[in-house]
């Protein structure tokens, strides 16, 4: 299994363009996540999903959007890129909620807005 | 969700024990408590969960007292590839979502 996989790894938008960091996991799990992190931070969640056709907003989600049409992946859209959205962002996605929800955290994207 | 706090950083040598508290003084009834491991440019790795006493795994211990309001994630005889930031989360036992605070960053020395 390769896990949960991210692409692109690394990536510089200019002010107000718009992308899409993709994630896919390979392990059938129902719950999905995105976070981000800035320098010396902890993770802020975005975004996260319980299942194909769900999503729900985390702390953070403004200027951000997302989709869950398939149970493997969860894209994260940017609209109208901001430096405030300059982080590393990491998706993640657990089997189960709750008390037994570890999470499988991929290899995160590297975003810079110039 | 409950608010943890954690010192900041911690310096050890290899070989020792290191014992990271955190507390959580407002944990619910329904709260577990869980450990993450991050290395630079990595994302975050389950270490350790529970509910209350002790839990041990391959990894790590987990100590928390009859009160629940702290926890302290022990590591045996650390070596230099522990070196990490280490974060304590206290989830709602229903609930989607995880916390993230600041974590501990642990350095090891040789």
């Known amino acids: 299994n390769a896990g949960v996989t991210q692409t692109p790894k690394f990536r510089i938008l200019k002010i107000g363009q718009s992308m899409t960091l993709q994630c896919t996991q390979d392990?059938?799990?129902?719950?999905m996540y995105w976070y981000r992190q800035d320098p010396g931070m902890g993770l802020k969640l975005i975004y996260y999903?319980?299942?194909?056709?769900?999503?729900d907003k985390g702390e953070v989600p403004n200027g951000y959007n997302v989709s869950r049409s398939t149970t493997e992946d969860f894209p994260l859209r940017l609209e109208l890129a901001a430096p405030s959205q300059t982080s590393v962002y990491f998706c993640?996605?657990?089997?189960?909620?709750?008390?037994?929800?570890?999470?499988?955290f991929g290899p995160g994207t590297r975003l810079t807005v110039l | 969700l409950a608010k943890t706090t954690q010192p900041i950083s911690m310096d050890s040598y290899e070989g020792q024990e290191v014992n990271i508290t955190c507390s959580h003084n407002?944990?619910?009834?329904?709260?577990?408590i869980t450990w993450y491991q991050q290395f630079p440019s990595q994302g975050p790795r389950f270490i350790i969960q529970?509910?209350?006493t002790k839990v041990t795994n391959e990894v790590a211990s987990l100590f928390i007292p009859a009160d629940r309001k702290s926890s302290t994630l022990s590591l045996p005889r650390v070596s230099l590839s522990d070196t990490a930031v280490y974060y304590c989360?206290?989830?709602?036992?229903?609930?989607?979502?995880?916390?993230f605070g600041t974590g501990t960053r642990l350095q090891v020395f040789p």
């Open positions: 993640a996605s657990s089997r189960l909620a709750g008390a037994d929800n570890e999470q499988f």
């Open positions: 392990m059938n799990h129902n719950y």
């Open positions: 999903s319980v299942g194909a056709g769900i999503t």
């Open positions: 407002n944990i619910a009834t329904n709260d577990y």
């Open positions: 529970g509910y209350k």
């Open positions: 989360l206290v989830g709602d036992a229903y609930t989607d979502k995880l916390i």
